[in-house]
């Protein structure tokens, strides 16, 4: 069996000319990618214009010889795709709002068992009360704990992203913790049905 060929070496042959290895370098990253830019915008068409930017402003950048192979291109793809979400929030002069999608539930701490009316009402008032506390947070607390919780990303992989040291992201997500501990004992919230 053939070990798998690296990003880097996929990036050499598509400086090459070799169209197909940009397609593998996509085909092979394009859940992580698309998974993080929908996290953060929580809408499925523009997720999807974003991505396709992060990747065409990649080979924009390949093409043009400014890429600068460090072995890093899952990294470096990550922050072209947040880099073009900070613009767009910026271009409409929003921020990106905290709410539960069928495909991403907010920091979900309880299980979907059988319920009935009453709890099912619990559960959502929870959600909505989790929901409002983690759009209080601080930009750079609530941006870590989502990268945590629903990009599974590693810590390496958060700092390399928001271009901070381990113990930073480590930091944030601590006091992101904290304060939601804190607020929730302020405000006397029960977060279990």
Do not use: C
């Not at 993080?36 to 402003?57: C, G, H, N, P, S």
Request: aromatic share 8%.
């Amino acid at each position: 069996m053939r070990a798998q060929i690296t990003d880097q070496e996929l990036v050499k042959k598509y400086i090459r000319g070799n169209e197909a290895s940009f397609s593998i370098l996509v085909k092979r990253h394009k859940n992580r990618v698309f998974t993080y830019i929908m996290l953060l915008v929580k809408d499925k068409a523009l997720a999807e214009d974003l991505f396709q930017d992060t990747f065409v402003r990649a080979i924009d950048t390949i093409k043009a010889g400014k890429y600068k192979e460090e072995g890093k291109f899952l990294p470096w793809i990550m922050r072209i795709a947040h880099n073009l979400v900070i613009d767009h929030f910026r271009k409409d002069n929003k921020m990106p709002k905290v709410r539960d999608t069928e495909e991403f539930p907010v920091l979900s701490t309880i299980g979907n068992k059988d319920r009935n009316v009453e709890e099912n009402m619990v559960r959502e008032q929870i959600h909505d009360d989790l929901r409002r506390l983690i759009r209080l947070l601080p930009e750079d607390q609530r941006e870590v704990l989502l990268m945590r919780h629903y990009g599974k990303m590693s810590f390496k992989e958060i700092a390399d992203l928001t271009n901070v040291s381990i113990n930073t992201a480590l930091g944030r997500m601590r006091y992101a913790l904290i304060n939601l501990k804190r607020m929730i004992e302020e405000n006397q919230m029960t977060m279990v049905a």
